[in-house]
């Protein structure tokens, strides 16, 4: 593997029953590198991560750089009605300082008040669940991370400050990032590389290359306005 | 105090507390009944047990597991909810149980017998109440996070599947020794009420974990007083105390 290597897939294939989910995909990620997958619903795309994960099995190669240690914010998280789980001991989870807690939810927008961190989880809306996912992903500093749609049910201005925030902070630490989304805004112009997916490879490369209205007809089935 | 008597006591509140720790996690894996279903597929074990007139528990041990060791195969081999073989499984052992059982030791199998208690007995079961609920304790957060989402536990490098058959494992034991207690038909009870108050009034895990601890201890503490006071069985009474307290938590609530 290349140096600057940390992720290298090889004919990628997965199944699920009799179903290929993913076919024949190949790509790599470098260091520091940020890559935004994008597809319609059912492409593959959480499915991909997961696999990447180690969370699903595959036939083909998936090599990781030696020491990789992964932040993960999932497609789908539901605190469990009336679990009486708080904001600090969800951290505490993780074993991080508190220094890298409040780190980690200022960053996010949520200041770390005393108050808040005793707030039930399930009592929070699920954007608020969602800022606190990603802000649990980024506290112990993982040099790469797997973001599923994270802006799944976050208001306009606060995927804005989000994204705006994750784009500063992957410009400044440079973390490598791998971002599954829908959305082809300013992330995507900021991406190192597009991996356009349906069960297969559609498009790789640069946002120039990828995002052109031509290919985004052929990724989504339809005429998309950029 | 007679020393029979305070081994019942003593007995009774370690389980209880051990058997209220576990609840906590039960409830949050929505596994609340399966506690009660372990319960009854122990019978067969109880009633020979019974029968050779030795302590229910060490019967219904192997019993527990042989039952979870068949639930684990059947639902390799047959696809179906493993609320559906648990189902199958414990009103077989009941089935079976009740073929055997002598009518004279029903009660004693449905509804359990605090009051025959010996010194062996008491080591036994103390020890592995507190070992079961270091080990419960040990990998407490890493069973809420992987019931909340598995793939976040195993990211975080949770071997999620070795986690639960230690958790079965302790679900096992903790019946097993709660059958003693309340009996077959009340185990379930002993596991999930303490745990249910003890959500109400939680702000926060560590008062809902020690929470239904302490509850769960106090309710077979109560029980056996009512039962040496009124001379009514200590199983029933456990988990009356147990259902006041919930009823008593419902006041205070958490929002």
């Given at each position: 593997?290349?140096?600057?290597?940390?992720?290298?897939?090889?004919?990628?294939?997965?199944d699920?029953?009799?179903?290929?989910?993913?076919?024949?995909?190949?790509?790599?990620?470098?260091?520091?590198?940020?890559?935004?997958?994008?597809?319609?619903?059912?492409?593959?795309?959480?499915?991909?991560?997961?696999?990447?994960?180690?969370?699903?099995?595959?036939?083909?190669?998936?090599?990781?750089?030696?020491?990789?240690?992964?932040?993960?914010?999932?497609?789908?998280?539901?605190?469990?009605?009336?679990?009486?789980?708080?904001?600090?001991?969800?951290?505490?989870?993780?074993?991080d300082?508190?220094?890298?807690i409040?780190?980690?939810?200022?960053?996010?927008?949520?200041?770390?008040?005393?108050?808040?961190?005793?707030?039930?989880?399930?009592?929070?809306?699920?954007?608020?669940?969602?800022?606190?996912?990603?802000?649990?992903?980024?506290?112990?500093?993982?040099?790469?991370?797997?973001?599923?749609?994270?802006?799944l049910?976050?208001?306009?201005h606060?995927?804005?400050?989000?994204?705006?925030?994750?784009?500063?902070?992957?410009?400044?630490?440079?973390?490598?990032?791998?971002?599954?989304?829908?959305?082809?805004?300013e992330?995507?112009?900021k991406?190192?590389?597009?991996?356009?997916?349906?069960?297969?490879?559609?498009?790789?490369?640069?946002?120039?290359?990828?995002?052109?209205?031509?290919?985004?007809?052929?990724?989504?089935?339809?005429?998309?306005?950029? | 105090?007679?020393?029979?008597?305070?081994?019942?006591?003593?007995?009774?509140?370690?389980?209880?507390?051990?058997?209220?720790?576990?609840?906590?996690?039960?409830?949050t894996?929505?596994?609340?009944?399966?506690?009660?279903?372990?319960?009854?597929?122990?019978?067969?074990?109880?009633?020979?047990?019974l029968?050779?007139?030795f302590?229910?528990?060490?019967?219904?041990?192997?019993?527990?597991?042989?039952?979870?060791?068949?639930?684990?195969?059947?639902?390799?081999?047959?696809?179906?909810?493993?609320?559906?073989?648990?189902?199958?499984?414990?009103?077989?052992?009941?089935?079976?149980?009740?073929?055997?059982?002598?009518?004279?030791?029903?009660?004693?199998?449905?509804?359990?017998?605090?009051?025959?208690?010996?010194?062996?007995?008491?080591?036994?079961?103390?020890?592995?109440?507190?070992?079961?609920?270091?080990?419960?304790?040990?990998?407490?957060?890493?069973m809420?996070?992987?019931?909340?989402?598995?793939?976040?536990?195993?990211?975080?490098?949770?071997?999620?599947?070795?986690?639960?058959f230690?958790?079965?494992?302790?679900?096992?034991?903790?019946?097993?020794?709660?059958?003693?207690?309340?009996?077959?038909?009340?185990?379930?009870?002993?596991?999930?009420?303490?745990?249910?108050?003890?959500?109400?009034?939680?702000?926060?895990?560590?008062?809902?974990?020690?929470?239904?601890?302490?509850?769960?201890?106090?309710?077979?503490?109560?029980?056996?007083?009512?039962?040496?006071?009124?001379?009514?069985?200590?199983?029933?009474?456990?988990?009356?105390?147990?259902?006041?307290?919930?009823?008593?938590?419902?006041?205070?609530?958490?929002?």
């Amino acid at each position: 593997m290349e140096k600057d290597i940390i992720l290298k897939v090889e004919n990628l294939n997965v199944d699920f029953g009799e179903d290929r989910v993913i076919e024949d995909l190949s790509f790599d990620l470098k260091e520091k590198e940020l890559l935004v997958i994008l597809g319609p619903n059912g492409a593959g795309k959480s499915t991909l991560l997961k696999t990447l994960l180690g969370l699903i099995p595959y036939q083909g190669k998936i090599q990781w750089k030696n020491d990789v240690h992964i932040g993960y914010v999932p497609n789908e998280f539901v605190i469990p009605e009336g679990l009486p789980l708080n904001l600090k001991e969800f951290f505490q989870f993780k074993k991080d300082s508190p220094e890298k807690i409040f780190q980690a939810l200022e960053w996010v927008g949520i200041k770390a008040s005393e108050k808040n961190l005793e707030k039930r989880l399930y009592t929070f809306s699920s954007g608020q669940l969602r800022r606190t996912l990603i802000a649990w992903a980024m506290s112990d500093e993982p040099n790469i991370l797997f973001l599923d749609e994270p802006m799944l049910c976050i208001d306009i201005h606060g995927r804005e400050t989000i994204y705006d925030s994750l784009v500063k902070l992957w410009e400044e630490k440079k973390q490598s990032i791998i971002l599954v989304s829908h959305e082809i805004g300013e992330v995507c112009k900021k991406a190192d590389k597009i991996l356009a997916l349906d069960k297969r490879k559609l498009f790789y490369g640069s946002p120039e290359e990828v995002i052109t209205p031509q290919n985004l007809a052929k990724i989504y089935g339809s005429s998309i306005s950029l | 105090m007679d020393l029979q008597f305070l081994y019942s006591l003593i007995v009774g509140v370690f389980i209880g507390g051990v058997a209220g720790y576990l609840g906590s996690l039960m409830i949050t894996k929505r596994m609340a009944l399966v506690g009660d279903a372990l319960g009854h597929a122990a019978l067969p074990g109880i009633a020979i047990a019974l029968i050779y007139g030795f302590n229910p528990s060490w019967g219904a041990i192997p019993a527990l597991f042989f039952g979870i060791l068949l639930i684990w195969f059947l639902e390799i081999h047959t696809k179906l909810p493993m609320e559906a073989l648990t189902g199958i499984v414990f009103t077989a052992s009941v089935a079976i149980a009740f073929l055997f059982l002598p009518e004279s030791e029903v009660s004693i199998a449905l509804i359990g017998d605090i009051s025959k208690i010996n010194l062996f007995d008491t080591i036994v079961s103390v020890t592995l109440s507190l070992i079961v609920f270091l080990i419960l304790k040990k990998i407490f957060s890493n069973m809420i996070l992987a019931s909340i989402s598995e793939d976040l536990a195993r990211v975080e490098h949770i071997n999620t599947k070795k986690h639960s058959f230690i958790y079965l494992v302790c679900i096992a034991i903790v019946v097993a020794l709660g059958i003693k207690v309340t009996g077959s038909l009340l185990m379930g009870a002993l596991v999930i009420t303490p745990a249910a108050a003890a959500r109400n009034m939680a702000s926060n895990l560590f008062q809902y974990s020690f929470g239904a601890l302490i509850i769960g201890a106090i309710s077979c503490l109560l029980g056996i007083l009512f039962f040496k006071a009124f001379s009514l069985p200590a199983g029933p009474l456990v988990i009356l105390s147990a259902s006041s307290i919930f009823l008593i938590s419902l006041f205070f609530k958490k929002r």
